[in-house]
């Protein structure tokens, strides 16, 4: 090649590399905000939340640092997107952000938070935590810093939000987000804004309950739906729902269990089949010295997997009063009756499916036990129920019996469906 040429050819190209790094140089220095308001504008115009969550009423807003906590499904994308719409419509002090964003590979969340605070941002929504490796040390660092600003979190279940992070344990205000209730989901099929109850309510006033409720709406007719897809917000979308749970209950696995709490890959497996083994026979006693055989593993990992699937909310334990984790439970149960169905969509046993239910409503609220004088459940160490298929005289029991029934006149007995109204 002519000497000239080349050297010619060796300017140009480096006169194309200065101008891609100055390129570069620029990006960075462009404000991101614009960005990031541009998406939550239109995030937040396009969120569809079709039924309010009582959650949103709960939580005391006044707190500057507040974690919410859910499993993979329950809608907390959409709950901090509807807070951010009904509180603030599209005034720039709040701003919701996701850690998915490759934007913060390269900038900290404490950088990030000091822009928005000086160009008047006041909230903060931040989605996707775990996803971000200091975050707790630097959501620290910002209530610190900033004495203005509120932080509002989403984290998953499986999270020791406050146990496994000094950091905020002394600042966080932390509220979990449950699938629908049987009375949300009411009210998103009808339009009605039926109110919650208090379990002391249904067990002094049940009949006028029930009254006030079915002169609006007959429970029952929507009650067999929910038990089979009612949950998990995304039924709504237009997709077969049991795919898509069932997707998401790996999802669970791969990445609320595994990433989170740093299980290698090749285990995934055990969890997947564990999970299996326990469902086919739910509830049902915690056999964890057969499960350890069955899946090759000793009786301590066992114990450890059917925690992690219990913060995962794919399980439930019913425990001894008194007793708890790593002790072996008494019982062990699918958390919600969708799951059932998603799993095993023609073996389903009804009164499984019931206690199932009764076990998920009341343990939104309260604190659940194996039950005594033969029942299912002592609630609160003084309150026991037990699920019936009929009513029958029980005047006098010791017993509150939770019936498969539109309303009832006994007093010991309550529809089991006004359970769903607990939340």
Not at 47 to 52: E, I, K, L, N
């Amino acid at each position: 090649m002519n000497p000239k040429t080349l050297t010619f050819k060796m300017l140009f190209l480096q006169s194309r590399h200065c101008k891609i790094q100055k390129n570069i140089v620029h990006l960075r220095q462009i404000n991101p905000m614009k960005s990031f308001y541009n998406t939550h504008l239109d995030l937040v115009a396009n969120v569809h939340a079709p039924v309010r969550r009582l959650l949103m009423d709960e939580i005391d807003w006044s707190h500057r640092l507040i974690g919410i906590k859910g499993s993979r499904g329950v809608g907390k994308t959409t709950f901090l997107l509807q807070y951010a719409k009904e509180r603030f419509g599209n005034d720039k002090k709040c701003l919701y952000i996701n850690f998915n964003n490759l934007y913060f590979t390269e900038h900290s969340l404490v950088e990030f938070a000091g822009k928005f605070y000086e160009q008047g941002g006041r909230t903060l929504l931040i989605d996707q935590t775990f996803k971000y490796e200091n975050w707790s040390q630097e959501l620290r660092i910002c209530y610190d810093s900033y004495p203005e600003l509120q932080i509002i979190f989403s984290g998953s279940s499986v999270m020791r939000l406050i146990e496994d992070n000094k950091d905020i344990q002394d600042i966080v205000s932390l509220y979990n987000l449950r699938g629908f209730s049987f009375r949300e989901f009411i009210n998103l099929k009808t339009g009605l804004n039926l109110p919650p109850y208090s379990l002391d309510n249904i067990l002094n006033d049940q009949a006028g309950i029930v009254r006030a409720i079915r002169g609006k709406v007959n429970p029952m007719s929507f009650f067999q739906d929910y038990l089979i897809y009612g949950y998990y917000p995304f039924f709504l979308e237009d997709r077969n729902y049991s795919e898509n749970l069932l997707k998401t209950m790996n999802m669970m696995m791969e990445v609320d269990i595994l990433l989170i709490k740093q299980i290698d890959l090749k285990y995934l497996s055990k969890i997947r089949r564990l999970l299996y083994l326990i469902m086919n026979n739910t509830p049902g006693p915690a056999n964890i010295s057969q499960l350890a055989v069955e899946i090759n593993t000793s009786r301590a990992t066992i114990m450890n997997y059917i925690k992690y699937l219990k913060d995962a909310r794919l399980l439930n334990t019913l425990y001894v009063d008194g007793e708890d984790y790593p002790k072996k439970p008494k019982q062990l149960y699918v958390h919600n009756t969708n799951l059932m169905h998603a799993v095993f969509p023609d073996k389903i046993n009804q009164d499984a499916e019931r206690k199932t239910f009764l076990y998920n409503a009341l343990h939104a609220k309260h604190k659940v036990n194996t039950g005594r004088h033969h029942s299912d459940f002592c609630v609160d160490k003084k309150i026991n129920f037990k699920y019936d298929t009929k009513t029958t005289n029980r005047h006098g029991s010791k017993i509150y019996f939770a019936v498969d029934a539109t309303e009832i006149s006994n007093k010991n007995e309550i529809p089991l469906w006004l359970f769903g109204f607990l939340y």
